[in-house]
């Protein structure tokens, strides 16, 4: 497979959920939250020491939870070790090669170019450390090396605000899953009181799941996903989604995402703490933003005029559909494993057209246990649909 879908690196960060309800999620943040730690750190502080993150010679904060004590070994998510190599400008594919062949090659490596810039600084998220015996002390999760300047918007700050805004339109909503990840969190809402008929786009289709026709059930249903990252791997946003009632595919439509960046000014040293002020004049924002995605994607407009603009390609037939298939998956990077299930559930769906090419990919994406690779893949449903119409 490519590179986006085939790095399964493995998670060391004590939480993550694939389709989680929504209570799951906050109970699952809300634990995060009382480890997490963020510092901001020179170079002459950090040092990697058997292939994980040593800090030392930060001094100890009294914060409001407490005295925070930084120095300690941290052991680095997949992530991390992403921030390492950009910020060290180490090439990724080396710094992999290292830490699975050589380890100290690679702490000489990382402790070499730490050398050249002592007084450049860092933000490192990490999760302290737990109380359990035999635990290390300062010993824990290594999350992201980032820039001094890098804007924290934490997953459960954002999830607060945006279900507020969801609260604040007015609109009748439901949290459909939930996905938390080292990268990423994922928010799924739907609104089932805003639907619009799609018969010429499900003509002939039927779930792969359940065997159910789209012809039945030629219903689309608005909604969208929220997401954010805590970790430097895209801003927070709000991605409008249509979902297919007779399979539940998620069709999410990216060239319309409303976001916010993770951008702010340089921190000074030590342990981060926003202000009340700044924090406040955040979380506005995030809530008014998602007010505002209420309001445009969440009407039968739009999701009557996105469904007008699938069905003017989706109807194209398929002379050679394996070859259709080939030359999509192809195009868009997407490699061996995910074409062969792409192929066995547009055969399952029946719809031997553009939008049976659309709607396998969809329904691929709903398998998928890493939830990042899931999001990735449904955001490629509407390429692949103008992929396939175009090559017939």
Known sequence: MTQQFAERAVSVAPTGARNADLSDLVRILEEGQ???????????????????VQVEGV?????????????????????????????????????????????PLLDDNVNSWLREEPGRRFMLR????????????????????????????????????????????????RVTGCDLTDRR????????????????????????FDGRSGDELPLVSAGFVISNS????????????????????????????????????????????????TQRKTLELITSKT????????????????????????GKPLEEPTKTIEHVTKSLS???EAKDMILAHFIRGGQMTAGGVMQAVTSTAQTLTDADQAAALEALAVPALTAAAAHG
């Open 34 to 52: 009382h480890r997490k730690l963020d510092v901001i750190a020179p170079a002459s502080a950090l040092r990697m020491r058997g292939g994980n």
């Open 59 to 103: 001094e100890s904060q009294l914060t409001a939870t407490g005295v925070t004590r930084v120095d300690g070994i941290y052991r680095p998510t997949a992530v991390a070790d992403e921030g390492i190599a950009d910020k060290l400008r180490i090439p990724l594919a080396y710094l992999r090669r290292m830490r699975a062949e050589n380890v």
């Open 126 to 173: 990490a999760f302290r450390g737990d109380d359990t015996p035999g635990a290390a002390l300062g010993e824990g999760v290594a999350r992201a090396l980032l820039s001094d300047s890098y804007k924290l918007m934490d997953n459960l700050d954002m999830l607060l605000a945006a279900l507020d805004g969801l609260k604040q339109s007015g609109h009748p909503t």
């Open 185 to 208: 969190m994922y928010v799924r809402v739907e609104s089932e009181e805003v639907a619009t008929q799609a018969r010429n786009l499900l003509r002939g289709y039927r779930s792969p």
């Open 230 to 277: 805590e970790v430097g791997s895209g801003a927070y946003t709000v991605t409008p989604r249509a979902v297919f009632r007779v399979c539940g595919n998620g069709l999410t439509m990216t060239k319309d995402v409303m976001r916010a960046v993770h951008l702010g000014g340089k921190q000074d040293e030590g342990v981060v703490s926003w202000s009340g002020q």
């Open 291 to 314: 007010s505002d995605a209420v309001r445009t994607f969440l009407s039968r407009e739009y999701v009557e005029a996105k469904v007008r603009e699938l069905e003017a390609t989706a």
């Open 334 to 336: 997407i490699g061996t």
